[in-house]
Nanobody
Framework: QVQLVESGGGSVQAGGSLRLSCTAS??????????MGWFRRVLGQGREGVAA???????PYAGSVKGRFTISQDNAKNTLYLQMNSLKPEDTGMYYC??????????????????????WGQGTQVTVSS
């Protein structure tokens, strides 16, 4: 069973920054061999794709976060990151890390679709106050 553990959530004022981390259990999943993504669930809404990265380096972003959020990974640490800058109250929600056994997104937007992913973390809460 692949285990994904998120951390880095918290409370911040609008305009602030947070960096989320997601570490995968290396014995079961190497992030260098698959695609990964960040999703969020905002209160009263379904889960939406925020950012993703595949093994070719494609990084689709949701339009609402483009230019503010950056996804990256450290293969040596088997860890995925989401740097979130210029945070807004509407970014408040539970953020989830997800891992896919697939290596590439095709089409590009596939990376932001829940159906692509095989494993999910438990989530970390992000709260942005105005």
């Amino acid at each position: 069973q692949v285990q994904l553990v998120e951390s880095g959530g918290g409370s911040v004022q609008a305009g602030g920054s947070l960096r989320l981390s997601c570490t995968a259990s290396e014995s079961t999943y190497k992030i260098s061999g698959g695609s990964m993504g960040w999703f969020r669930r905002v209160l009263g809404q379904g889960r939406e794709g925020v950012a993703a990265i595949d093994t070719s380096g494609q990084t689709p972003y949701a339009g609402s976060v483009k230019g503010r959020f950056t996804i990256s990974q450290d293969n040596a640490k088997n860890t995925l990151y989401l740097q979130m800058n210029s945070l807004k109250p509407e970014d408040t929600g539970m953020y989830y890390c997800a891992a896919s056994l697939g290596r590439y997104f095709f089409p590009y937007s596939q990376g932001l679709r829940e159906s692509l992913y095989d494993y999910w973390g438990q989530g970390t809460q992000v709260t942005v106050s105005s």
